[in-house]
């Protein structure tokens, strides 16, 4: 099925540091949203982006719909130990309900 | 709000049998409920999109008869994989939409599937 591309990978990152990843695609999307998943467990929603160039936050996490439709970015400022999971971005397709979610990021966070 | 809920949450079962899990929505009506597939450190991958009182309808490369889809209420779809075979084994997650235009997919908490 289609993915979309998911960077990095994984980091491995000292408290209190900053985090950025982001997600690109050749397609455009109509909505962005961006998950948190713990093992075992389902995605929690972290932040939804409607529309092309939107800048949204929430609490530490900030995240940004491209204005080219087609990717977008979340940071987490000031990483804690409890920031430590996998993050997925979710595209939403034109023209219907449904997701096509990013590759992935594991993040995990050294006290 | 936007509380998903799945039963059973691990299911362990024999090859050949089939197994049913839930989906339910449990502080808001989902026109629209998804069903996830997700593999050990890979991303999720729909499997189907499942409408109230209506058919599902299947990503490409899903079998329909294998992996039975019924959505009959604003609340509660389930997913039966029949004559389960242990390459069946996997995380299976579902989400669901709010009624109308809402678009965000709130995500129920998974159900590991171990066929032996």
């Known amino acids: 099925g289609q993915q979309l591309n998911q960077s990095p990978q994984s980091m491995f990152i000292q408290e209190g540091e900053d985090v950025s990843m982001n997600c690109t695609s050749s397609?455009?999307?109509?909505?962005w949203l961006w998950y948190k998943q713990e093992p075992g467990e389902g995605p929690v929603l972290l932040i939804a982006?409607?529309?092309?160039?939107e800048l949204t936050s929430n609490g530490r996490l900030t995240a940004q719909f491209g204005i080219t439709r087609k990717d977008s970015f979340l940071n987490i400022s000031a990483s804690i130990p409890s920031d430590v999971g996998i993050y997925f971005c979710?595209?939403?397709?034109?023209?219907?309900?449904?997701?096509?979610f990013g590759t992935g990021t594991r993040l995990k966070v050294l006290a | 709000g936007a509380v998903v809920s799945q039963h059973p949450s691990r299911v362990i079962c024999k090859s050949g049998t089939s197994v049913k899990i839930e989906c339910r929505s449990l502080?808001?009506?989902?026109?629209?409920m998804f069903w996830y597939r997700q593999f050990p450190k890979q991303s999720l991958m729909l499997m189907a999109t499942?409408?109230?009182?209506?058919?599902?309808?299947?990503e490409q490369g899903v079998e329909k008869d294998k992996f039975l889809i019924n959505h009959a209420s604003l609340t509660l779809s389930t997913l039966t994989v029949t004559s389960a075979h242990p390459e069946d084994s996997s995380f299976y997650i579902c989400?669901?939409?709010?009624?109308?235009?809402?678009?965000?997919?709130?995500f129920g908490p998974g159900t590991r599937l171990t066929v032996t």
């Open positions: 502080d808001f009506q989902a026109t629209t």
């Open positions: 397609s455009i999307f109509n909505t």
């Open positions: 979710a595209g939403q397709l034109v023209g219907t309900y449904k997701y096509i």
């Open positions: 499942s409408n109230e009182g209506s058919k599902a309808t299947y």
């Open positions: 989400s669901a939409r709010l009624q109308g235009t809402a678009l965000e997919q709130y």
């Open positions: 982006l409607y529309k092309a160039g």
